[in-house]
């Protein structure tokens, strides 16, 4: 019975170091939520990211929030010849992942601890050691790679449709569930029907567009598996939505109501 007793004590005082360790963390991320960017960190953005640039002012401040708790819970890890992870890379990189945080009802990326930054495209072999060159990449492990110089060409031109950071952030939010399959966890379950039907004859259009070598609004990459086609539509809907609209506009009413954002009417 006294070695019970002490079993129990000792479980009491773990749960009450958890709950307290829980709350300093939560009671960190409000006053980091409450730190406002600094003027430079503002001015660097707006000359870098263009789509932070174009952001509607109502949404600044909530923005500003998501990217110091982003730089706060997140660690950059700088790969292959490149030094160091710099602040203006970290905030060019999570300005634009915290652009599928900012109304989506998602909070944070899931089990994302880590981006891992090359300086430029790298080279990874597969399970079957065979070789190929990459510019990102998403891991359900809790990891984004990424290709500095992508990320550069990606932020600096937000009109070709063409987006490293968004491609591989949209994967995550897709991963969220343990699943990469180009269905996130929706705002609510009747939204389920609705959002497979349109991305299913969306990805069929892609498809038979790709086979006959037609030009579409949508990267042929997106033709790939469901997954690569709803990380290529995010890219599409932020950098291309004038087009995206016009061409798909069923599809960018979806994107549109899981990212609580429309950005024809940005900038």
Known sequence: MKEFGIIIVILMVGGLVALLYHRAKQRQRREVRATPLSEADRLLLQKEVPLYAALPAEFTKEMDARIQVFLYQVGFEPCGQLEEVTREMQLIIASQACLLLLASGYDHFGLLRSVLVYPDAYEV????????????????????????????QGSRNEEDGLNVVIHEFAHQLDQFNGVADGLPVLKDRKDYPEWASVMRASYKILLERVEKGRRTVLDDYGATNPAEFFAVSTETFFEKPKQLEEKHPELYEQLKRFYGLDPLGWG
């Open 125 to 152: 072999r597969d399970e079957l050691g065979i070789k190929s060159i990459r510019l990102g990449e998403s891991w359900m492990s809790g990891s984004v790679v990424l290709s500095w110089e992508s990320v550069r």
